[in-house]
């Protein structure tokens, strides 16, 4: 069913049987359509990898059955529900091993500038991940386009040479003859980011960390990245107390101003609760970028459930005679 | 009777470790081992986020005025905190950073007037606003929703695709299903006496249609409430130590899928510290499952 480096071992192919001999004479699932029960196959070859520790992801046993990756997903966790089972969530580090020989990069497949080793490329993205991860960029995200920025950036970095800088995305992607995932570009966006406010702690380095240059310091902030962390955590702790301090001082003045205003009140003090994840070193980007939220409707209050109903309210929401009749008219031109 | 690990409960090593406190060393707070109390409510379990370790130690370090070390870099030797190792920080994940702790200056929900039986604000000092009820009424006669469709002026109706009217008003800003057996389902109001105010308008609407509807039956079915604890939260970590009761699969949806099972609610809970809690059939549930779940997201809250 694989090819054969990525051949689930006699223990797992022994387990999915199990599994599916069960969930297949369950009551939810004797009558299901003849897809539905291939489908079925692949959730219980998932389950029996997740319980022993076999790192691999709902997206690539889709992809060997041709299917949608949501309808596996939903008809998984409905097995899972069903069968009563626990099954631990694969880590995505674990998974960027085979994802990564996904990537034909080797000398093999690649002219030499622009080839790597996996176990280098594996190593760098691992590292890479598990850095995203601390900082807010994992969770709750799709492993594979995570997956592909970070194994993106690792290749750039392990030769940050002028070749490679300039590739895109794209370019790489087809150079490694993997499909793109639209969403590892903002991923690789972020990661930059995040990498940038650690290169800025580096001690010797003099010009500005930019996504524009990040790149070439990936190697030292990803081994340094504990001490970085600590002093990009102190670095911002120090802001903050000076912005409160300088608020602080400001008060006086601010009260002052607000007083000569009758109306002026400035947009600031009527802007809502500040958001949070601004106000912290690394924050989900959902939190940093948060969308505008919806603007609530004035509320009814005190409702009791028992208040009296008008019958003109009650009657602007029925036609009057003549409207009925232009109604049925339209109705019966359009068919 | 709660016990915080496979030891306490076989009454070995008590002088140890403190229940739910710091654990003894070794003891990976990923053991199998780790139980959950009576299996119903809940339990609250310490982080091992290697930014939380780091954070800890460097407010400890500040605390103790130790000298601030650049350790790890090139040339000088230092600690290095381990970053995956499992060892549990003792004591509370507090957060030294302003603004970030929810007890300061977070202005509270406003809450609708309810019954005295309102949330402990003394425990999480979040309430969970209501978002969604869902009724249902029986008008108590059979219903002809092709007439229905014809006569008002907010109803739609394609039987080819569901066979229901489906009419809205305007105050309570709610929708209506209603069938030709004479059931109805309302939708939308942000409250049960909003919902029960909405779902009689409409079958004022079908009385005045002709029909000799009644108000028999009026039911709350569900409740949906959300809040927002603002502080980031770890899934993964969540889901590991609440295996039994969560669903975390970031390939299908980007929330965590918690079934609690006292109250009988089940919460999405987001990265951003979002929660929505859904299942509810009187509004004390959703109270209740919020205050179960605050202290177990406190556990996994990361301030950086």
Redesign the interface.
């Known amino acids: 069913m694989y090819e054969p480096d990525n051949r689930v071992n006699s223990e797992i192919e022994k387990l999915t049987q199990i599994y599916y001999r069960e969930a297949y004479q369950h009551e939810s699932f004797i009558r299901v359509s003849l897809r539905k029960k291939e489908h079925l196959v692949g959730c219980c070859l998932l389950l029996s990898c997740r319980l022993l520790n076999w790192p691999i992801?709902?997206?690539t046993i889709s992809s060997l059955l041709d299917a949608d990756?949501?309808v596996m997903?939903?008809l998984?966790?409905e097995m899972?529900k069903i069968l009563n089972i626990?099954a631990?969530?694969v880590?995505i580090t674990d998974v960027m091993e085979a994802h990564s020989h996904d990537y034909q990069i080797s000398s093999l497949h690649a002219p030499e500038e622009l080839s790597e080793s996996h176990k280098d490329l594996t190593k760098r993205a691992v590292e890479l991940v598990?850095l995203s991860?601390?900082?807010?960029i994992v969770?709750?995200?799709?492993?594979?386009p995570i997956m592909m920025a970070a194994i993106y950036l690792s290749w750039q970095s392990l030769k940050p040479n002028k070749h490679r800088l300039k590739l895109s995305l794209e370019k790489f992607c087809q150079l490694a003859k993997v499909n793109k995932h639209k969403p590892a570009i903002k991923r690789i966006t972020e990661m930059k980011e995040m990498l940038c406010k650690l290169g800025q702690e580096i001690?010797w380095v003099r010009e500005a960390v930019t996504p524009d240059n990040v790149v070439k310091h990936v190697e030292d902030i990803l081994k340094?990245r504990?001490?970085l962390?600590?002093?990009a955590?102190?670095a911002?702790?120090d802001a903050?107390l000076a912005e409160?301090q300088a608020s602080c001082e400001d008060l006086p003045i601010k009260e002052d101003a607000d007083n000569h205003q009758l109306h002026g009140e400035t947009l600031k003090s009527q802007d809502p609760?500040?958001n949070?994840?601004k106000?912290?070193?690394?924050?989900?980007p959902?939190?940093v970028q948060?969308k505008k939220s919806r603007v609530e409707?004035p509320?009814?209050?005190?409702?009791?459930?028992?208040?009296e109903?008008s019958d003109s309210?009650?009657?602007?929401?029925?036609?009057t005679p003549q409207?009925?009749r232009e109604?049925?008219l339209s109705q019966k031109m359009l068919e | 009777m709660y016990h915080c690990c496979a030891a306490c409960i076989f009454n070995l090593k008590k002088s140890t470790h403190t229940p739910f406190g710091a654990m003894t060393p070794g003891m990976s707070i990923f053991s199998p081992m780790m139980p959950y109390g009576s299996g119903l409510t809940p339990q609250p379990v310490q982080n091992t986020?290697?930014?939380a370790i780091?954070?800890e130690q460097?407010r400890q370090q500040q605390q103790q005025q130790a000298q601030?070390a650049?350790?790890?870099?090139p040339g000088t030797s230092g600690q290095?905190?381990q970053?995956?190792h499992s060892q549990a920080v003792a004591g509370s994940t507090t957060t030294?950073?302003?603004?970030?702790t929810p007890l300061y200056g977070?202005?509270l929900t406003p809450m609708?007037?309810v019954t005295p039986a309102t949330p402990a604000s003394e425990s999480s000092g979040i309430v969970p606003q209501l978002q969604n009820i869902v009724s249902t009424v029986n008008l108590g006669c059979k219903l002809d929703l092709k007439t229905i469709a014809?006569?008002?002026?907010?109803a739609e109706y394609n039987p080819k695709r569901f066979a229901a009217v489906i009419m809205r008003?305007r105050?309570?800003?709610t929708t209506a299903l209603i069938f030709s057996s004479g059931k109805m389902v309302c939708t939308g109001a942000?409250?049960?006496?909003?919902?029960?105010?909405a779902a009689?308008?409409y079958a004022?609407?079908v009385q005045?249609?002709g029909f000799p509807a009644k108000f028999l039956d009026f039911k709350i079915q569900n409740m949906v409430g959300s809040c927002d604890v603002?502080?980031?939260?770890?899934?993964?970590g969540l889901?590991?130590t609440h295996?039994?009761f969560s669903?975390?699969?970031?390939?299908?949806f980007?929330?965590l899928i918690y079934r609690m099972i006292k109250p009988r609610i089940v919460l999405l809970i987001?990265?951003?510290?979002k929660v929505v809690l859904t299942g509810a059939k009187v509004r004390a549930e959703i109270y209740e499952a919020f205050e179960n779940i605050y202290p177990i997201l406190k556990g996994f809250r990361?301030?950086?």
């Open positions: 992801s709902m997206a990756p949501m997903g939903m998984y966790i899972v626990e631990p969530i880590n598990e991860a601390d900082t807010w969770t709750g995200r799709r492993p594979i001690p340094h504990h001490a962390l600590r002093r955590l102190r911002q702790e903050l409160r609760e500040p949070w994840g106000r912290v070193l690394f924050a989900p959902c939190v948060a409707q509320e009814l209050t005190d409702v009791t459930g028992d208040e109903i309210e009650i009657d602007a929401y029925i036609r409207e009925v109604f049925a | 986020n290697s930014l780091l954070e460097q601030q650049n350790a790890g870099l290095t905190p970053l995956y030294a950073l302003p603004g970030n977070t202005p609708t007037p014809l006569r008002a002026r907010n008003i105050e309570p800003r942000k409250s049960e006496e909003q919902s029960r105010l009689r308008k004022r609407v005045k249609l603002k502080f980031p939260i770890r899934l993964e889901v590991l295996q039994q669903s975390y699969e970031p390939e299908l980007p929330g987001f990265v951003s510290g990361k301030t950086t």
